[in-house]
């Protein structure tokens, strides 16, 4: 099972919207609307920030949005802020049973 | 509240073994899956394997398969994850994560460092 595609970077100034893109295939994301996204800031454990495509869990701020479209997934960050620099990882649900991106490196400018 | 509080770091030499245990709180233990994940220094993370915490059903990565344990102990609520015949490559932040059967890991340990010298 390979990796999810994703940008290595993505930057942006702070209030500006962002997009992180996720490519798969039609085995993974293309068939399942189990999708979820994962910030990461250094030294830490990863945490889940979208699931099942589109649904924040309790507790993630409104500006994380989350969408499908084929094989592809997509996360916005709105209204970026100082504290969304970090990395960010999509997964999805596959025949295997999980797999990840390669994650990005997200930069407030 | 969840918490999912893993065993201590391990240096190990390459040709050995490392146990990381990891130990749930604050739900029913036999209700979910758990999952373990690993981050090499610098890099993403890496998706292990799965147990299911009721019957200790598991599926492995294929890249781990033959080298790869995952166990759980309904008395202690513990899971178990044991890496034979490691290499410098298995040097990594290894982390377990809770799942409710369709990939969204909703809570995370803190992380074991392995790392495998000589």
């Known amino acids: 099972q390979s990796a999810l595609t994703q940008p290595a970077s993505v930057s942006g100034s702070p209030g500006q919207s962002i997009t992180i893109s996720c490519s798969g295939t039609?085995?993974?994301?293309?068939?399942?609307?189990?999708v979820s996204w994962y910030q990461q800031h250094p030294g830490k454990a990863p945490k889940l920030m979208i699931y099942?495509?589109?649904n924040r869990p309790s507790g993630v701020s409104n500006r994380f949005s989350g969408s499908k479209s084929g094989n592809t997934a997509s996360l916005t960050i709105s209204g970026l802020q100082a504290e969304d620099e970090a990395d960010y990882y999509c997964?999805?649900?596959?025949?295997?049973?999980?797999?990840f991106g390669t994650g990005t490196k997200v930069t407030v400018l | 509240q969840v918490l999912l509080v893993q065993s201590g770091a391990e240096v190990k030499k390459p040709g050995a073994s490392v146990k990381v245990s990891c130990k749930p709180s604050?739900?029913?233990?036999?209700?979910?899956?758990i999952h373990w994940v690993r981050q090499a220094p610098g890099q993403g993370l890496e998706w292990m394997g799965i147990?299911?915490?009721?019957?200790?059903?598991?599926i492995y990565a294929q890249k781990f398969q033959g080298r790869l344990t995952m166990t759980r102990d309904t008395s202690t609520s513990t899971v178990h994850m044991e890496l034979s015949s490691l290499r410098s490559e298995d040097t990594a932040v290894y982390y377990c994560?809770?799942?409710?059967?369709?990939?969204?890991?909703?809570?995370w340990g803190q992380g074991t460092l392995v790392t495998v010298s000589s």
């Open positions: 994560a809770r799942d409710q059967g369709v990939g969204d890991l909703d809570y």
């Open positions: 604050g739900y029913t233990f036999t209700n979910y899956y």
């Open positions: 147990i299911y915490c009721r019957d200790g059903s598991t």
């Open positions: 039609s085995s993974d994301v293309g068939t399942y609307n189990y």
């Open positions: 099942e495509v589109s």
């Open positions: 997964s999805s649900y596959t025949s295997s049973p999980l797999v």
